[in-house]
């Protein structure tokens, strides 16, 4: 405990000398719970069932994987056949590695954020069959490929 009181500058008598660790059922007990009057009333029509492995489509002929990610994060693993295009060099270097817009492109990277914004931008440069396959661990399983390190 000295050390969180050295690390936090306080005084003995502002940090206490031992955190209880778990909160008594008698203050438990005290705690207000808030329960929603009534159920919303707009259900969703119909929840996608989830794909199961033998269900999920090939991808089309021709598809390109990119990955959007850094060097040394394509340098660790990627999937097997994918391009690397980081997204700081995407409107720069696109038109030279892909320059037919009707390409399909399945863009990755590590959580599908940067290559949700890769698809955005394709999209405004003309490439209408980009999409975003999200993160590489996920699509990874999706597509039955193995993440290869660079070599």
């Known amino acids: 405990m000295n050390w969180i009181r050295k690390l936090l500058g306080a005084s003995p008598a502002r940090v206490p000398a031992q955190v209880p660790a778990r909160v008594p059922a008698q203050v438990l007990a005290q705690v207000p719970v808030r329960v929603p009057e009534r159920v919303p ?86 490439y209408a069959e980009a999409s975003n396959g999200g993160g590489i661990g996920s699509l990874a399983l999706r597509l039955n490929r193995a993440i290869t390190p660079r070599r």
């Open 41 to 126: 009333e707009r259900v969703p029509e119909r929840v996608p069932a989830p794909v199961a492995d033998d269900e999920v489509p090939p991808l089309p002929a021709g598809t390109v994987l990119v990955d959007v990610r850094s060097q040394a994060e394509f340098d660790s693993g990627h999937l097997e056949g994918a391009v690397l295009l980081p997204l700081d060099r995407l409107l720069a270097d696109i038109e030279r590695l892909i320059p037919d817009r009707a390409t399909p492109l399945v863009l990755y990277c590590r959580s599908g954020a940067r290559s949700g914004r890769a698809c955005a931008v394709l999209a405004q440069m003309g």
